[in-house]
Structures are given as structure tokens and as C-alpha cells.
């Protein structure tokens, strides 16, 4: 395979069969390894997809400064694309992350701009639109509120997964701006409305204590509700224990959202009688190795997890 | 049905504080009442007059968000684990 950049490389992702995942013979769980893509996550799709419309509509000019509110996936992304287009980015991102997270958006040439832990992302997406306000010059791609992030979903992760398994009937995904859930739901519903669409959701444990009231709980536009068939919500131990399986089980080096996913996967494997579900993981376990999760008792480093956002 | 209702976040300061509340209830909506009996106000945080959920809130039996089972309909069986979380965004 010859590229001419890493951003040809994005998507075309391989889907694998969990095998012995499943608590149903007769149902059979696939992993779609987003970990494949070039910074090493699913959002090197959105942030191609959301530079290119803007580059393409005239809303993004050489040296603009790019702004985002991440977690970090997208922001390493956009950081990518703002390294080799002359782009400057910074991005706003919870103190409350690993430091991996941080040293690859350094890494790729990023502004680091923390908002305070306990806010979670909810409070990341607040300070990057004070900043925003401040800097109207620059551009603010947003994730949350961006057609462009269902739309890459849409048109190339759920073409592949129907060309990998036609017969899919089930797809899960873990719930972050809700793109994925909304683009590849749609898209799959087109193609056969039998399809359900389960997310899973992070249990958000003893963090967040910082929201002062419900109205800072944040629901991003992007994401349809009407797309979803079923939520699930997982909690930090489980989705370290399956994030941990899937490496000495399966072979596969994923991040903690993808433990959760698989762990939505195996309760919707339970409510059906036959078929096949495909589960998105969304990033690689790289990220995360400072969390020792691969090396130590869940037990042992359960306070410092629960400090962290990790997804 | 006696079950375990765990909260977080703010809905911990409706109910004084604590993480995990026991209550009695045949239905998620019969749980809420009990707890807005000796927690006056806690109904208010999680759902408006209707009886709708407040959009920011999920409301977990076991694991499974209840908009996609019963809504405040859902039955409860004794040992039934409820959670009531706020929504969060990542990415």
C-alpha cells in the first residue's frame, strides 16, 4: 500500500470476531479497531472530514488557529491535520487526563489549554466558547454541534462495516459527542431498519462533582436520540476488567471506552437468540499505559481512576 | 420491591448527601415517589410536573437506561439496582 500522506491512511479500518466474548454461542461479536488510524483513534475521521468541509466552504484560511473542546482524541487529530496543513491548534482539554493524552497533542505541535477536572469535557466545552468569544478570528471546528462528525461516519465507517458483514444486526458504540452513534446508526438503518443501535455509556463514578446543577450536564446536538434502540451504562471497573480481556484474551491493545463497548456488546449478545454484533473500539490502549491498568489489581489503582475521564 | 438507588453528582444533595439511598417501589416511578416522600424536592431534580425526565438525567434499572425500557413505568424486582446519572459528553 502506497500513500502520499497519513491522511489517506484514515478509516478502512479491519473488523476482527471476539472470539469467546460472547455469553451466546449462537451470537457472534465483532470489533471494529479504530486504534488502526493514523494518530490512533476514530476521531481522525471527523477531524478530516470537519477541516476538509470548512477548507472547502471557505470557513477555515491558511494560518487560521484551529480551537477545540476535547478529551483528546479529537484534538490529537486536528493536530495532525493543523501540523502538516500549517494549521496552529489549541485545544481545551479536563486537567483530569492522562498524561499521554497531553504529550501527544504536544507531540504533534498543540496548545495545551486545561479547564478544570471536575467539570469533566462538559467544562471544556464552556471554556473553549468563552475563548471563542474572545478570538473570533479563529475557527472552532466542534465536534459537538459539526455535521461533518456523523457525516464521516455516515459515508465511510458504516459502508465498511456493511461491506465487511452484511448480516450485521446489532451495532454498539460508546457514547462521547454522540457522531459515531448517530452516523453509522443512521446509515445502517437505511441499509436494513431491523439494525439496532446500542450505546454505552460511561458510569461517571465520583467524578463530576464540580456541576453545580443539572443545567451544566451537556447533551451534544450531534447526537440523535431517535437512532438509539438501548443504552447501557458501564462502570470503570468493568470496562478496565474487558479492556484488560481484550489484550490478554483477544490480542487486542484498546483504550477503556472500547472495554465498556465490548461489555454493551455482551449484554445485548444476551438478549438475542442468534446474530451478529459489531462494536466499535474506538482508540488503542496506548493512551492509557499510565494507568497501569494492564500491569495492576483494578484494586490497587482504583482512587487514581476514579480522578481521570477516560473517554 | 426494596431496591438500592445509587445517585451522583448533584441529585446527592437531594437526598442529604449520600451515595446510595435504599427505597421501595413496584415501578421506577413508585421509587421516586417514596424518595420524594422522605426527600421532599428529589422529584424535582430528575423529572419536571409531567412526569418527563429532565433531558440531563438518566435513570439506569440495573444497567439499561429506562427511556428504552418502561420509562418511569419500569417494573422493579426486589435487589434491583437503580442508578441516576447525569449525562456527559466526551470526545
New interface residues.
Given amino acids: 500500500m502506497l500513500f502520499r500522506s497519513v491522511l489517506e491512511m484514515v478509516g478502512d479500518t479491519p473488523l476482527v470476531e471476539l472470539v469467546g466474548f460472547s455469553p451466546n454461542p449462537a451470537v457472534h461479536i465483532y470489533a471494529k479497531l479504530e486504534g488502526q488510524n493514523p494518530t490512533g483513534s476514530v476521531k481522525d475521521r471527523i477531524a478530516k472530514f470537519m477541516i476538509d468541509a470548512a477548507e472547502r466552504e471557505g470557513r477555515l484560511h491558511p494560518g487560521q488557529t484551529i480551537l477545540e473542546p476535547t478529551s483528546g482524541n479529537t484534538g490529537i487529530a486536528l493536530a495532525l491535520i493543523g501540523s502538516l496543513r500549517g494549521y496552529p491548534v489549541k485545544v481545551v482539554i479536563p486537567d483530569a487526563v492522562t498524561a499521554e493524552r497531553v504529550e501527544i497533542l504536544r507531540a504533534f505541535g498543540a496548545e495545551v489549554i486545561f479547564s478544570p477536572g471536575p467539570l469533566g469535557t462538559n467544562g471544556s466545552v464552556a471554556m473553549a466558547r468563552e475563548v471563542a468569544a474572545a478570538h473570533p478570528d479563529w475557527f472552532m471546528p466542534f465536534q459537538y454541534e459539526n455535521i461533518e462528525n456523523p457525516r464521516a461516519h455516515y459515508e465511510t465507517t458504516a459502508p465498511e462495516i456493511i461491506a465487511d458483514l452484511p448480516e450485521i444486526d446489532v451495532f454498539v458504540a460508546g457514547l462521547g459527542t454522540g457522531g459515531t452513534l448517530t452516523g453509522v446508526g443512521r446509515r445502517l438503518k437505511e441499509y436494513n431498519p431491523a439494525i439496532k443501535v446500542v450505546s454505552a455509556a460511561p458510569h461517571p463514578g465520583d467524578l463530576v462533582q464540580g456541576l453545580r446543577s443539572l443545567e451544566e450536564g451537556y447533551i451534544p446536538p450531534v447526537l440523535d436520540e431517535s437512532v438509539l434502540d438501548g443504552r447501557i451504562v458501564v462502570d470503570s471497573r468493568t470496562s478496565f476488567r474487558l479492556t484488560k480481556e481484550l489484550t490478554t484474551r483477544a490480542g487486542i491493545f484498546a483504550g477503556i471506552s472500547s472495554g465498556a463497548a465490548v461489555r454493551a456488546a455482551q449484554v445485548a449478545a444476551g438478549r438475542m437468540e442468534s446474530g451478529h454484533i459489531v462494536c466499535l473500539l474506538a482508540d488503542g490502549g496506548w493512551k492509557y499505559l499510565s494507568s497501569g491498568l494492564w500491569t495492576q489489581d483494578y484494586d490497587v489503582i482504583e482512587e487514581d481512576v476514579n480522578t481521570k475521564f477516560w473517554w | 420491591m426494596a431496591v438500592q438507588v445509587h445517585v ?4 446527592q444533595k437531594a437526598v442529604d448527601g449520600q451515595r446510595q439511598v435504599a427505597a421501595d417501589g413496584n415501578t421506577v416511578g413508585e421509587v421516586i415517589a417514596n424518595l420524594e416522600s422522605r426527600y421532599p424536592g428529589f422529584r424535582a ?1 430528575v423529572m419536571d410536573d409531567s412526569g418527563q425526565l ?5 435513570i ?1 434499572l440495573n ?3 429506562i ?2 425500557l418502561q420509562g418511569s413505568d419500569t417494573a422493579l424486582s426486589d435487589g434491583d439496582q437503580v ?1 441516576i ?7
Avoid at chain 2, 8 to 11: G, K, R
Avoid at chain 2, 85 to 91: K, S, T
Fill in positions: 451522583t453528582s448533584v441529585i431534580t429532565h433531558r440531563f438525567v438518566n439506569y444497567d439499561e437506561d427511556r428504552y442508578s446519572l447525569p449525562a456527559l459528553a466526551g470526545g
